[in-house]
């Protein structure tokens, strides 16, 4: 066309004559009107774009639009979450979602969501029930807790407890716990959120029971324990132990919040979890609430638990912020499947780190049939999710050489495949990966092999 750019730009059609053209309409009946005019209007702001750099051929016609905006409509809707097999060894892969869930929990998600689901209603009594009702009969259970509710996750229940507890007033909290978790999850942060005023006692390194005892005024409100997880101090260090504060809190008349974080409901003698307080530990040394997340060792779905004295529970699932905070049905549905299933003394998640050693070999000679290239080597796996990160519990996993690129390629593959790079080679990590999987993985590290 050999017009001026200025003469060609009022020679672009408008937007809703666009929307007229047949080729354009037939969008309309698949994705809605809206989606298609916001895809028509980017469109034909590129092609100004394009006239207005003074670039020649610009073709505003209507099949050149139409396949412009189909292309673009495909993009925005199409992309969909795909499962990805997780041949890290980090089993709570935080990029990856956290606990993968059992594939007995996964499939009756299918029940719980596409019908109503009695989350909230007593089927017996006909009335409306309470949603927090059955994680209050299974949570003492597990950890000697009076009472429980759940809500959206661990940051929003330590948020919820200090809102409801110590809104207004002071908290005091020891500077060896003043942690970050996660990039975004900063304790003091946390607590001027939740409108609080933080009072930081002892050091880095050493707190002792006298600093919190001196730090405590007619504002105070609470004493808060912060489970450090993603970090530790070695040398001389020294904290107080949760009686000793408990007792100190009591002395006050001042609640223990501990922030437990990991969800270890119960103390297990292992490493990593050896020297970890776990929630049933904190509240018999006298916490009087604890709040974990409900989707790190646990194995449930994203969710934060609070655990304690019901009071304590009761005052917080009275605050305006718990509506804000509670989870829907599938969580809950999910959470007290989790929980019988502990109860019940199912494996955890985090017991993939050590599979039994039998089928464990069987798998990888199995996988060392198909790929010829692979050998067996040791390679560390851990807990994830921020949760002891100097703690790797060691097996035998499969390496392949190094290429350049298969790493990406694996991660492209249909399902993709995390593997990682270590010692010049590629590393596979079955622990985290389903055995059923297996053949899948195998089939995307031929396919995927650069030559
Ligand atoms: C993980 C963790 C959190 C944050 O939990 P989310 O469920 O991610 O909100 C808070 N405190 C501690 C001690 C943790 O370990």
């Not at 409306?128 to 009472?147: D, I, K, V, Y």
């Not at 223990?256 to 003698?269: K, Q």
Request: glycine share 10%; aromatic share 4%; proline share 5%.
């Amino acid at each position: 066309m050999n017009c001026s750019p200025s003469s060609e730009l009022r020679q672009l059609p408008a937007v809703d004559k666009v929307l007229g053209w047949s080729r354009v309409g037939r969008l309309v009946g698949l994705y809605g009107r809206t989606a298609v005019r916001v895809q028509v209007r980017e469109v034909l702001a590129t092609l100004r774009e394009a006239l207005q750099r003074g670039e020649r051929d610009v073709d505003w016609g209507e099949e050149s639009v139409g396949r412009a905006v189909e292309a673009r409509l495909e993009m925005a809707t199409g992309g969909q979450y795909e499962r990805v097999l997780n041949a890290t060894g980090i089993v709570l892969h935080t990029n990856l979602g956290r606990a993968p869930l059992p594939r007995a929990v996964a499939e009756r998600l299918v029940e719980w969501s596409e019908a109503g689901c009695n989350v909230e209603f007593d089927l017996a009594a006909g009335e409306r029930g309470e949603r927090n009702r059955r994680l209050s009969r299974l949570l003492p259970l597990l950890t000697g807790c009076e009472a429980a509710i759940a809500v959206n996750n661990n940051a929003a229940a330590l948020v919820l407890a200090l809102a409801t507890l110590a809104a207004g007033r002071a908290v005091i909290l020891s500077r060896g716990e003043m942690v970050e978790i996660g990039g975004s999850f900063r304790i003091p942060e946390i607590l001027e959120a939740a409108g609080c005023r933080l009072v930081e006692v002892g050091t880095t390194n050493k707190t002792h029971l006298e600093d919190f005892e001196r730090a405590i005024d007619d504002e105070t409100a609470l004493l808060l324990r912060v489970h450090p997880s993603n970090y530790r101090v070695r040398g001389f260090t020294e904290r107080v132990a949760t009686p000793d504060l408990a007792r100190l809190g009591e002395r006050f008349g001042l609640p223990l919040i501990v922030d437990e974080g990991a969800g270890l409901l119960r103390g297990r003698s292992e490493p990593p979890f050896a020297d970890h307080d776990s929630v049933e530990e904190e509240l018999s040394a006298g916490a009087a609430l604890v709040c974990s997340s409900a989707d790190k060792v646990l194995g449930g779905p994203q969710g934060g638990l609070l655990m304690g004295q019901r009071s304590l529970v009761e005052a917080c699932r009275r605050h305006p912020l718990y509506r804000a905070f509670r989870p829907g049905r599938l969580v809950y549905a999910v959470l007290e499947e989790t929980l019988r299933r502990t109860l019940a003394g199912e494996a955890s998640v985090v017991d993939q780190l050590w599979p039994d050693a039998e089928a464990h070999q069987a798998r990888l000679q199995r996988l060392l049939q198909r790929l010829p290239e692979a050998e067996i080597v040791e390679v560390e796996g851990y807990v994830g999710a921020g949760a002891a990160p100097d703690v790797a519990v060691v097996a035998d996993g499969l390496a392949l050489p190094f290429r350049e690129g298969w790493v990406e390629a694996l991660r492209q593959a249909r399902p993709p495949v995390i593997a990682y790079r270590r010692q010049g080679r590629i590393l596979l990590d079955l622990r985290t990966v389903h055995p059923e999987h297996d053949i899948v993985l195998a089939d995307a590290v031929l396919a995927t092999r650069p030559r």
